[in-house]
């Protein structure tokens, strides 16, 4: 009997340990995830307070999102965990607040008649994940009706920086009472993943919508804009050596006004030569201007940065582009390429800050216009180009221009535009 009560009571110490380690773990990287959020300027930490157990601990968080023009976010939180021996669950709730400049407190919550947010989830020795319960909601106030179905949100952070934010809407329907305006969209979804600290971070979207209808009646005047199969994947990098940004985008139909239509749309986009440092110095010095808290160097240290980037010869590369267009009755069909750049080679900064600070003698300032103007490159080919098309768009070009085979070539060099060699006034 002893042996086995022996046996058991180590057992229990054990457990006890590994439970206590679990609860050390899990407060441990949760605050290191709250520390990697709070490096991000925008976001404030305003109290955070834990009262820890052995078996469990309660938490009660308050954090502010600048919002710019000194309004805030504010997201409170307050959660409960239990630990078990190499897991943990936790549930909560979240209250949404606006505080305008001037004291003016919004509560989210109470607009949407719903209280706080609840949230659950677990922890590992892995990572944590929890999702939220979000009830449908009806609004009607003062002829205004607010309809939002099937909304979902769910977060998954691994131990050591990783994040994935999945978001899904199934329905939001906006109206008037009064009017026909009114918005109305189907089965959105999002996928959101980063890693990093800010600012060197690397971060994804992915995102799928339905559809979406809006109209606004304005006096006589009317605007209704409808798209339909929207697909967008975006990536980004920032390390100190590069800012890389790719996207792919594609669209089933758009149409405007039933005037502007564009169907079969899709678009795949890179950016080159885009440096890490100075972009992320530019990013906080708009973060402190959004924020009110310009510093006096500010000004000085922009245009520097400015040239960096410049200097280095970034480039916005359109890798293709494909869309069926019917405007005005003409219908349209194109499939291009295009690589948009800027030589920095041998750039002075005396020339940027003529050109885009508005600085130096007025008297020099056409002429660094052009030298400006001249460092611009541009490379696009299409594909389908006519010049019924171009008259169409009063862009008067002479038929003998054009090619008859392989793609029509536009070319900005030097500050002069030309067409498949033959010069352009534009």
Do not use: C
Request: hydrophobic residues 40%.
């Amino acid at each position: 009997m002893k042996k086995y009560l022996a046996i058991g009571g180590a057992a229990l110490v054990v457990l006890g340990g590994v439970t206590l380690k679990t609860g050390s773990t899990y407060e441990a990287e949760s605050r290191r995830a709250l520390d990697q959020a709070l490096s991000d300027p925008a976001l404030e930490l305003v109290s955070h307070e834990v009262e820890s157990g052995f078996f469990g601990s309660q938490e009660a968080l308050v954090l502010a999102m600048d919002l710019g023009y000194g309004d805030r976010l504010l997201i409170r939180s307050a959660s409960q965990a239990r630990y078990f021996p190499g897991w943990a669950s936790f549930k909560g709730g979240m209250e949404i607040e606006i505080e305008e400049e001037y004291g003016k407190i919004t509560s989210i919550n109470d607009f949407l008649n719903q209280p706080a947010f609840p949230y659950q989830g677990t922890a590992n020795w892995r990572g944590a994940q929890l999702s939220f319960d979000i009830p449908n909601i009806d609004i009607n106030e003062e002829g205004v009706e607010v309809t939002l179905r099937d909304l979902n949100l769910e977060m998954h952070y691994r131990f050591g920086g990783a994040t994935k934010l999945e978001m899904g809407v199934g329905a939001i329907d906006i109206s008037e009472s009064r009017s026909e305006d009114g918005l109305r969209l189907r089965h959105l979804s999002a996928v959101v993943e980063q890693e990093g600290e800010y600012p060197w971070v690397r971060s994804s979207l992915t995102l799928d919508l339905e559809s979406l209808d809006f109209v606004e009646q304005s006096g006589w005047n009317s605007t209704s804009l409808s798209l339909a199969g929207l697909t967008l994947q975006q990536q980004m990098s920032l390390t100190p050596a590069a800012l890389d940004y790719a996207l792919t985008m594609s669209q089933d139909t758009f149409s405007m006004n039933d005037v502007f239509m564009l169907n079969d749309f899709a678009l795949e986009m890179h950016t080159e030569n885009i440096l890490g440092e100075p972009a992320a110095n530019l990013l906080d010095i708009f973060v402190n201007e959004m924020r009110g808290e310009e510093k006096s160097a500010d000004a000085v240290n922009m245009m520097r940065y400015v040239t960096e980037l410049l200097a280095a010869s970034p480039a916005l590369v359109v890798d293709q582009m494909r869309f069926q267009m019917d405007m005005m009755g003409k219908e349209i069909n194109e499939s291009l390429f295009a690589r948009l750049g800027f030589n920095g080679e041998g750039l002075e900064p005396a020339l940027v800050e003529s050109v885009l600070f508005d600085m130096g003698p007025r008297h020099q300032r056409y002429d660094n216009e052009e030298a400006f103007f001249a460092r611009l490159q541009l490379r696009a080919e299409l594909q389908e180009l006519s010049a019924s098309l171009l008259n169409g768009m009063m862009l008067p070009i002479p038929n003998d221009y054009l090619v008859e085979e392989g793609p029509q070539v536009f070319l900005l060099e030097n500050g002069e535009f030309t067409l498949n060699g033959q010069p352009l006034s534009l």
